[in-house]
């Protein structure tokens, strides 16, 4: 039966879009920094049944039917033959968890829409602990059912989440049955059109999370920015730091809750209060985190019932006129912009040393700051980029034209917003939380983005807030920008084409911008396409000379002839898959703007970007 009470027909149009069918409930809150808990890993292969119709969650007139007549019951045709059973996960072909389904199997290629995925896993659980189901991310909708019993649904490709199976474990064999599903949605968060390959799958780990009654759920330490008492001569600055503690369970009132830094002699006490939070602030004078000294500090956060660790940096970030201020200094970010791709196969990112071949990709270029486009990257990526000194943009996936008016578009919006904030609010990496790429302007649009402004300050007023906007002309070779969330952004950040989605490679000697607002400009995107290995004249598409010229000039217009230009994020790392790129024999269904290869072969610009940032970088 549909809890909400929409009539079948409208649920069966709306298909996984519908609000939630009985059992299909929110995630439980999250619990954040998931490496540190007790927990066993789910990943493996998982027996997978793809399914066009929804056969396995509809019957023959598109109703949707419940637990036990659907394929979260986990029924086999082998168990029973006298019954009429035409379906069993035991008999179905498998895919690795986690990865999407699009590069592990051939037929998979092209396939948007539901896949059933069965694993089946032994627990032993224990009196007074609790249990979670923890996913790193589904793409895009998940509903997620633990012996035949539907619990959850999820929607957003790109953030985890945690569903509570407490008392609901056997010892042997349990089932967990997920319906995945990567339908395009034209009212989804992403809209049904983008540049970037719709991978479908459970994309990141699962795990199998074991806590105490009362835990902590989530924390966060942050730097204030301003230095408390005197600056003493190569001493560190005095901050204050501040913060709170979740605590998750029914002892959770009135608890003392631990906060130790050894390193920086800190150890002090706070109080939860009736809804289990505590509220802390102190002094420290902690070694600044920075690209040049990604230091971080080991802390312990304790209840008498739960401890955690965790390793986190202090910084400040803010902007001066025309300039972005990293620990009070001007720092210019030297960035690349990077999609979730491993080098090689082109499957989504799921291993450590997959990350780091990236982010070294990076550091060769002398970056000191990356773009994580277009959604938030795993959380391995965060953490290795924080050690490897890298500065982090972190974005969710609000592109192009998404629905602005449709009340659900927000809420999901919003909802993903949380889920990336609140996973990686102690990452002092991740200086730019940003809230949309390339939209286009409207009343109802700028809204939208300004609520989403609005929710990302309450929850972090650590961190600059920006969007990737749009140029406009002011007239024949003068552009700016000229959009009204200005008013709610710190940075004039925008994508710029000049000399590729234009006329020619001239056009870019004769652009000159303006600016109104005494605010940093940061080119979150400039780049051309080429063909690892494709040369020929300067003037033909797609050969690396084409590419290298392009970012010769616009390093030099951006250099010369943009007021406030405080970095930059070219686009791209490494080509990536996108349906939007037709042309045979030269993308193959890759937009070619890496500066390497999709194998990872450095292309003529990679050099030209390599050399320019180490000029900055006073190598
Ligand atoms: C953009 C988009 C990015 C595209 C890129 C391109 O402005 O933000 O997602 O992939 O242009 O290559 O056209």
Redesign the pocket.
């Known amino acids: 039966m549909n809890r909400l009470g929409i009539s079948g027909i409208a649920a069966a149009l709306l298909a996984l879009s519908a609000p939630a069918f009985a059992g299909e409930e929110p995630a439980a809150p999250m619990i954040i920094n998931i490496a540190d808990r007790a927990s066993v890993s789910l990943d493996g292969e998982w027996s997978t049944l793809v399914d066009q119709y929804g056969i396995g969650y509809y019957d023959y007139r598109k109703e949707p039917v419940p637990d036990r007549k659907s394929f979260f019951a986990d029924m086999s045709y082998d168990d029973n033959p006298a019954k009429l059973i035409e379906y069993s996960f035991d008999r179905a072909p498998k895919l690795r968890v986690p990865g999407d389904w699009n590069t592990q199997k051939e037929k998979l290629y092209l396939y948007e829409g539901m896949m059933w995925y069965r694993t089946k896993f032994d627990a032993a659980p224990q009196p007074g602990k609790r249990y979670f189901l923890y996913f790193g991310a589904v793409a895009n909708t998940a509903v997620v059912a633990v012996n035949g019993k539907r619990l959850a649904r999820h929607e957003g490709g790109f953030t985890p989440f945690n569903i509570e199976v407490t008392g609901m474990l056997k010892e042997k064999d349990n089932s967990l049955v997920m319906l995945v599903d990567n339908t395009r949605r034209k009212d989804g968060v992403p809209t049904d059109n983008?540049?970037?390959w719709n991978y479908g799958g459970i994309t990141r780990s699962v795990r199998l999370v074991e806590m105490p009654e009362t835990f902590i759920r989530d924390y966060s330490l942050k730097l204030d920015s301003e230095i408390v008492g005197k600056v003493r001569r190569n001493r560190p600055e005095k901050h204050r730091i501040y913060g709170h503690v979740q605590l998750d369970g029914p002892a959770a009132a009135g608890k003392t809750v631990k906060i130790s830094i050894p390193e920086l002699k800190i150890q002090l006490n706070a109080e939860t209060n009736a809804s289990g939070r505590a509220t802390f602030i102190f002094t420290a004078a902690p070694s600044l985190w920075s690209p040049e000294n990604p230091k971080l500090y080991d802390i312990t956060i304790s209840v008498d019932t739960d401890e955690t660790r965790d390793r986190i940096g202090f910084r400040y970030v803010s902007t001066s006129g025309r300039q972005i201020l990293l620990n009070g200094k001007p720092v210019f970010l030297r960035g690349i912009s990077i999609h979730e791709e491993n080098i090689g196969s082109s499957s989504r990112v799921t291993k450590a040393e997959e990350c780091r071949q990236l982010l070294s990709l990076a550091k060769e270029l002398n970056c000191n700051f990356v773009r994580l486009?277009?959604y938030p990257h795993n959380e391995e990526m965060v953490r290795m980029a924080e050690e490897m000194g890298l500065l982090i943009w972190s974005e969710i996936p609000v592109?192009w034209t998404i629905s602005w008016t449709n009340p659900d578009t927000y809420a999901n919006a919003q909802q993903q917003l949380e889920e990336m904030i609140t996973r990686d609010i102690n990452r002092a990496a991740i200086i730019i939380w940003s809230i949309a790429?390339?939209t286009p302007i409207s009343p109802e649009r700028t809204a939208f983005l300004a609520k989403l402004i609005a929710r990302a300050r309450e929850m972090d007023g650590t961190r600059l807030v920006s969007a990737?906007m749009e140029k406009v002309k002011v007239k024949k070779g003068l552009f700016t920008v000229d959009d009204p969330l200005l008013e709610y952004t710190d940075l004039i950040s925008f994508?710029q084409?000049t000399g590729w989605?234009g006329k020619d490679l001239a056009e870019i000697d004769n652009t000159s911008w303006t600016f109104a607002r005494e605010m940093p400009v940061f080119i979150s995107?400039f780049?051309a396409?080429a063909l690892y290995g494709f040369h020929g004249d300067v003037n033909v598409r797609f050969t690396e000379e084409y590419m290298e010229e392009c970012y010769r000039r616009n390093i030099r217009m951006m250099s010369e002839r943009m007021p406030g230009f405080s970095g930059c994020s070219p686009?791209?790392l490494k080509d990536f898959r996108?349906p939007r790129r037709a042309l045979v024999g030269i993308q193959d269904d890759f937009?070619r703007?890496g500066v390497v290869s999709d194998k990872g072969e450095r292309k003529k610009a990679f050099y030209v970007l390599q050399d320019w940032y180490g000029k900055l970088a006073g190598k």
Request: charged content about 20%; proline content about 0%; glycine content about 10%.
């Open positions: 983008s540049d970037w486009a277009h592109y790429n390339e990737a994508n084409y989605y995107e780049g396409g686009w791209i996108s937009n703007k």
